[in-house]
């Protein structure tokens, strides 16, 4: 059985039965049925809970006369998105906001949690990352849709209707390497920062880690806007009006 965080021995305490008869039940046979649950996903559910906890107590909290602390960071992470969609996608950009900052955060925090002890970067395991870049694919191409029809296909085909043998395929492995570097680009990242953070720790406990503590934020801020920027851009090629 693999090594389990304290958060995920909790889970599995509790959830373990059910979840390994919904395993069953789609078909998938757990490597281990009395902890299916992995500590990537322990990771992911902890960020969802504590971002809706976050949210929750903003929402109870909102003033227009005596904003908080809290109220002023999300208003600017909102406007620093907003302002960015705008000036990579153009007018009607407000309606994406709301996905690219939930995206952003939900990332940036799972980046974060490898500095915290007792915690691990989900992002650190691929299926994390993996998920969020089909999140990402799956909303743009969706949104593709709804702002051309049928005619977001068009993109695909090419200019000219003679080079549409050419183009389709070569737009096809495009669009799906575009998953595979979002992927890629943000796993190996959190995964060499958590290794080179846990083996300083390790090697020399005071002093030096801490230069590799602060590393280790930077990067994972710099993950979390590349990955929302490289979105607002997927999203401004699908919402185009022109292809």
């Known amino acids: 059985m693999p090594e389990q965080l304290l958060f995920t021995r909790i889970l599995n305490e509790a959830f373990a039965s059910p979840v390994t008869a919904l395993l069953r039940a789609l078909h998938i046979e757990p490597h281990?049925?009395?902890?299916?649950?992995t500590n990537a996903l322990a990771m992911e559910v902890l960020v969802?809970?504590?971002?809706?906890?976050?949210?929750?107590?903003?929402?109870?909290?909102?003033?227009?006369?005596?904003?908080?602390a809290m109220q002023h960071i999300f208003e600017g992470l909102h406007?620093?998105?907003?302002?960015?969609?705008?000036?990579?996608?153009?007018?009607?950009?407000?309606?994406?906001?709301?996905?690219?900052?939930?995206l952003g955060l939900f990332i940036l925090i799972s980046n974060l949690f490898g500095i915290v002890p007792g915690l691990e970067s989900p992002t650190a395991y691929p299926v994390v990352p993996l998920g969020c870049a089909?999140?990402?694919?799956?909303?743009?191409?969706?949104?593709?849709?709804?702002?051309?029809?049928?005619?977001?296909?068009k993109q695909f085909l090419g200019p000219v209707w003679w080079l549409t043998p050419l183009m389709l395929p070569l737009e096809i492995i495009s669009h799906l390497a575009r998953l595979l570097s979002l992927t890629i680009r943000l796993y190996a990242n959190m995964f060499a920062g958590d290794m080179v953070t846990l083996v300083f720790f390790s090697l020399i406990p005071l002093g030096i880690p801490?230069?590799?503590?602060?590393?280790?934020?930077?990067?994972?801020?710099?993950?979390?806007?590349?990955?929302?920027?490289?979105?607002?851009?997927?999203?401004?090629?699908?919402?185009?009006?022109?292809?």
């Open 134 to 153: 089909i999140c990402a694919f799956a909303y743009y191409q969706l949104q593709g849709f709804r702002s051309a029809g049928v005619g977001y296909l």
């Open 79 to 102: 406007e620093f998105i907003k302002g960015q969609s705008r000036d990579v996608i153009g007018q009607h950009s407000e309606r994406f906001t709301a996905f690219l900052v939930t």
């Open 210 to 243: 801490i230069i590799f503590v602060g590393l280790h934020i930077g990067v994972a801020l710099l993950q979390a806007y590349i990955f929302v920027l490289l979105t607002t851009v997927y999203l401004a090629g699908a919402v185009a009006t022109e292809h």
């Open 32 to 37: 281990y049925p009395q902890a299916p649950i």
């Open 48 to 68: 969802f809970g504590l971002l809706l906890i976050t949210f929750t107590l903003l929402r109870f909290r909102l003033s227009v006369d005596r904003p908080g």
